[in-house]
């Protein structure tokens, strides 16, 4: 299909849907050219997910219309999206690890497909040299880094060839220079003809590689604009609203004294898919945040797993806090100790789903409010409300069960309850993962403030550019390895793009030999 | 020993493993897709006892077999509509099942306590039952224990090598991708669940028409469990589940051999044997998590309801 072409690919319609107790999408309208990268911004919540399940047939909409290449089209199930040419690569993927890449197409095609392709292998081989995916068809998935899932979900639509293709938070777990790859694909895409709709968070990517994007907000939308006129700036004030006042630019801290030391930690991993870690050696001190970037699955996990004292190995050496060896006490003792933890994993790990928040605060702060024996549990309450009033928690009271609370609010709660404790040790994993702008802000003035009075922060995230803004001192881990601390003023985001990348373990191996 | 002594033990051992197979087979498809059924007991006694009823009334044991394999079916269904639709506890209500099925087979079958009918006859195979040893440990046996071979190897190359076999996996691995990629994940899981149905009723009617042709309240003797501890053994793979089917059948014959060799141990003691066994596997099993959570299906025991998928 030639670019000029004047029907559109795709054009939505008025399409509505309503959840309960949520007007998930209202009167949505968006129409895309063939070829066109069109991006689809807003804050979590603004019905982006709702919008693009529409499209791919998982969800039904109540209200409105599809019109595919001109014709109306109800798009009942996935597969009717995919034999209609629509493709979409999901935030968390779906694909399947015990089987080999060559396996994982083979399920999403029919068999009428199939029959067309002949060689499905020597298919994925060429394909894959066409774009540059670099995909070896024989390879068992659970063996490949996330990026290269990606590029497996990509090769999947491609190998259907797709004339939409739907891309949900794509580089969120890239490393910058797997970035720029996934972007390179996209134009010779999009030089063929197919459409892309490319969902991010992240606004400087969306002005380098988009043609249009349109804003959503609570389920509307509030604006459309041409990328590539706009700063990321002025469209992160598009998608908030009024308030606005991002990207402050926080100062620097220089911590004092060293209160958390890890040495030659290594641990083989306890997961058949997990990461060993590999001889890792860092300092945290008092009044500064260390950060530690790094593609999901490089060991952060596990790190953080044997530093909270979730996993119950005996390290007693490694770990140092104070002047105490810690590394063989239980998680309890390490938090009695003055240490504190917020897991990636909201629900479950950071809270009980389905206890109250007043008992979720209990469960962190046993100390402080049991007398005689007995829980108190009038002032726990008290207390449970101050944290939701300070942190600005949306919720129905301190009664509400954890799970009732979209993530973002939740995620606000449970750094309520960890700083409440005053840590000497604040040690977070992807803090802000998930949470809308206004949360996330409330999140980062938390950290700092906690950090100005004194507690040692180990912040681990995927978000380098929140890294980058949040942390006095960086590191990244590549495959269980920790690469050297730096000053975040001496880096910039190409050396540690690189170190995620794990271009420090060849020296860090020949030292260690040495 | 003699060597016509260990081909009578072999013979015997594949006999007393055909049910184990019968029932692991059909277990193993089932979790595969990511259902647990602990109700194969239960599904096996009714399977036994209404084989019997129908191929005592009928003079024919064919339609004692079909009788079994529906009423296996019939069975699994109420447990796939159960945990599948409703979304019950899959553990709890396999457990149920198999109270179930105890009791109503022996409800059903309490008239029929031992009248025996005439089981089926031994084929031997022309020409294949001439080869020596070999033709007399395999290929003299009754039809069934045939078709649990042909069922093996139509299993392993379904699962192995078809795309039924590679969807199977996907569901049982991560069920929700594979509801986005648009398998239709809960029937995959009821056809698993009611295949597995149908082979534990065939291994009941194994029990009440050829391995003793008659009814008795129980016959079973915990089979079901042991096929359960014969999956996990055979590590989810279907060519391994006979291995396992007939070690286990070894173990059920060995205090007839031990006997039959004149050694004085207790009987009681030795027909402890294949239990002992199935808890020694799951010790041995169980010890190393890194390998159990390596082979096992993702997904196994955890609904999946796709209408949640907002």
Same mark, same amino acid.
């Given at each position: 299909m030639k670019k000029n072409n004047p029907i559109s690919r795709l054009e939505l319609a008025n399409i509505t849907k309503q959840y309960p107790g949520c007007l998930a999408n209202d009167n949505i309208s968006i129409t895309l050219m063939p070829g066109e990268i069109h991006a689809l911004l807003g804050e979590n919540g603004a019905g982006k997910s709702t919008l693009v399940k529409t499209i791919y047939g998982i969800v039904a909409p109540d209200k409105g219309d599809i019109i595919w290449d001109g014709k109306e089209v109800s798009i009942k199930s996935p597969s009717v999206a995919r034999d209609l040419g629509i493709g979409m690569v999901f935030q968390h993927f779906s694909l399947f690890e015990t089987m080999t890449v060559s396996q994982n197409i083979e399920l999403c095609l029919s068999k009428i497909q199939l029959n067309k392709i002949g060689d499905l292998a020597k298919r994925i081989t060429q394909l894959s040299e066409e774009y540059g995916?670099?995909?070896? /068809?024989?390879?068992?998935?659970?063996?490949?880094?996330i990026g290269e899932r990606q590029r497996v979900e990509i090769m999947r639509c491609l190998v259907q060839s797709v004339k939409l293709l739907i891309l949900d938070e /794509?580089?969120?777990?890239?490393t910058p220079q797997e970035v720029s790859g996934l972007f390179n694909v996209l134009r010779t895409l999009s030089k063929e003809g197919c459409s892309i709709l490319f969902i991010s968070h992240k606004l400087h990517e969306v002005t380098e590689v988009c043609h249009k994007a349109t804003i959503l907000r609570g389920g509307k939308v509030v604006d459309t604009c041409i990328p590539s006129e706009e700063t990321p700036a002025t469209i992160a004030k598009m998608m908030v609203g009024d308030l606005a006042d991002q990207d402050a630019g926080y100062s620097k801290k220089e911590g004092t004294i060293t209160v958390f030391n890890v040495t030659d930690l290594s641990l083989p991993s306890k997961q058949p898919f997990g990461t060993e870690l590999k001889n890792i050696n860092f300092d945290l001190k008092a009044g500064e945040i260390l950060g530690i970037a790094g593609v999901a699955g490089n060991g952060q996990d596990e790190l953080m797993a044997i530093i909270s004292g979730e996993d119950e190995r005996n390290v007693k050496n490694a770990f140092t806090l104070g002047k105490l060896?810690?590394?063989?006490?239980h998680a309890g003792e390490r938090r009695q100790l003055g240490m504190a933890y917020v897991p990636e994993e909201r629900l479950g790990r950071g809270a009980v789903p389905d206890m109250s928040l007043t008992e979720n605060t209990l469960l962190t702060h046993s100390t402080g409010f049991v007398k005689n024996g007995l829980v108190q549990w009038q002032s726990i309450k008290e207390y449970t409300s101050e944290l939701i009033s300070k942190y600005k928690v949306k919720c129905h009271g301190e009664f509400s069960e954890a799970q009732s609370l979209s993530g973002g609010n939740l995620q606000k709660f449970i750094m309520g309850r960890e700083i409440g404790q005053h840590p000497k040790v604040l040690i977070c994993a992807h803090p802000t993962w998930g949470v809308d702008v206004g949360a996330a802000l409330a999140i980062h003035q938390a950290l700092l403030e906690l950090r100005d009075q004194g507690a040692a922060i180990l912040l681990i995230s995927e978000d380098i550019d929140e890294l980058f803004l949040l942390a006095d001192r960086m590191a990244a881990v590549c495959d269980g390895y920790l690469s050297p601390l730096i000053k975040t003023e001496e880096t910039n985001i190409d050396q540690i793009g690189q170190w995620m990348a794990g271009t420090f373990i060849n020296t860090a191996v020949q030292e260690a030999q040495a | 020993m003699d060597a016509d002594l260990i081909v009578q033990i072999l013979f015997a051992a594949i006999k007393t493993g055909t049910p184990l197979l019968f029932i692991a087979l059909g277990e193993v498809i089932c979790e595969k897709s990511g259902v647990l059924n602990l109700g194969q007991e239960g599904m096996m006694l009714m399977g036994a006892v209404v084989g019997f009823l129908a191929a005592y009334g009928s003079g024919n044991m064919g339609f004692g077999i079909l009788a079994a394999m529906a009423m296996g079916s019939i069975m699994s269904l109420i447990f796939a509509v159960l945990v599948l639709h409703i979304g019950a506890n899959q553990v709890a209500t396999g457990l149920a099942l198999t109270i179930f099925g105890t009791g109503l087979s022996a409800f059903i079958g309490a008239d029929f306590v031992g009248q025996t009918i005439q089981g089926f006859q031994p084929i031997a195979i022309p020409?294949?039952?001439?080869?020596?040893?070999v033709g007399r440990i395999l290929f003299s046996h009754d039809i069934l224990v045939y078709f649990s071979f042909f069922m093996t190897a139509l299993l392993v190359y379904v699962v192995n090598k078809t795309r039924i076999g590679l969807t199977l996996k996907a569901v049982g691995e991560n069920p929700h991708a594979a509801n986005a990629i648009g398998i239709k994940v809960l029937r995959v899981r009821y056809l698993s669940v009611m295949f597995g149905g149908a082979m534990a009723g065939t291994a009941g009617a194994y029990m009440s028409l050829v391995y003793t042709p008659m009814w008795v309240e129980g016959m079973t003797a915990g089979r079901g469990w042991i096929a359960l501890a014969l999956v996990v053994f055979a590590s989810w793979r279907v060519g391994r589940i006979m291995l396992g089917a007939y070690l286990f059948g070894l173990a059920s014959i060995m205090h007839l051999v031990l006997q039959g060799l004149g050694w004085s141990i207790s009987p009681n003691l030795l027909a402890m044997l294949p239990y002992v066994a199935t808890v020694l596997v799951m010790v041995i099993i169980g010890a190393d998590h890194f390998k159990e959570k390596l082979l096992a299906p993702r997904s196994l025991g955890k609904p999946f309801n796709p209408r949640n998928m907002a």
């Open positions: 995916l670099n995909v070896d /068809p024989n390879r068992y998935v659970h063996s490949l880094s /794509p580089t969120s777990v890239l060896k810690i590394g063989h006490l | 020409l294949l039952s001439d080869i020596p040893y």
